[in-house]
Every structure is written in C-alpha cells, then in structure tokens.
C-alpha cells in the first residue's frame, strides 16, 4: 500500500521558516516525480515545487522561487520543502503528491499539512 505522509507544518509569523517532510512508502518511487502542492481557503490546489526523484531536477511556482527549495533523501525516500521568508499568503494546506515521469496526472496524494503564516 502506497502512503505519502506530510509533516512539518504549524504556525510561523513572517519572514520565518518552515520544514516540510513528505516520507513516502509502499513502493519504489526511481520513476516518479515528487511535487509539493497547495491550497488555500477557498482556492483550487496550485502547484509549488518538484522534483525527480533520480536526477534531482526541480521546478517551483514562480510565486516561491528563491524563497523555498525542495530536496529528497533517496535513503530515507522523504522529501522535503524548505520555506523561507514565509509571507501571510503562504498560508494553505500543503500537500506532497507523486506521479510517473510520464504522465501527467498524480497518482498517489499525502493528506496534507497545515501552514499558518501570522502577519
């Protein structure tokens, strides 16, 4: 049974920081893109970084480049998002998701984190 579990999440006041942790299980994941969703209160999920779980090539919203990055530890198959700079407006649901490289949908989905950015 394939399991993506977030943690990592609570409550930061801006300009502070935040780790987010996605370990995932339940199957090997060499051919897989790992991506960090998110979604805010009345919103529909937006994309915010990803990256090949081999190569370690990444992509980000151009909402978070510069202020997070996102990193694997194939050892420990988790992957993280490191948040800096958090802004009020980072404030959402974050969720870790994972997809073949050759497709376009996800497949599996974690059930997402709480980060709470106070002004």
């Known amino acids: 049974q394939v399991q993506l579990v977030e943690s990592g999440g609570g409550l930061v006041q801006a300009g502070g920081s935040l780790r987010l942790s996605c370990a995932a299980s339940?199957?090997?994941?060499?051919?897989?893109?790992m991506a960090w969703f998110r979604q805010a209160p009345g919103k529909e999920r937006e994309f915010v970084a990803a990256?090949?779980?081999?190569?370690?090539?990444?992509s980000y919203a151009e909402s978070v480049k510069g202020r997070f990055a996102i990193s694997s530890d194939n050892a420990k198959n988790t992957v993280y998002l490191q948040m800096n700079s958090l802004k009020p407006e980072d404030t959402a649901v974050y969720y870790c998701?994972?997809?073949?490289?050759?497709?376009?949908?996800?497949?599996?989905w974690g059930q997402g984190t709480q980060v709470t950015v106070s002004a």
């Open positions: 990256i090949t779980w081999v190569s370690g090539i990444t």
């Open positions: 998701g994972a997809r073949l490289l050759s497709k376009g949908e996800y497949d599996y």
């Open positions: 339940g199957r090997t994941f060499s051919s897989y893109l």
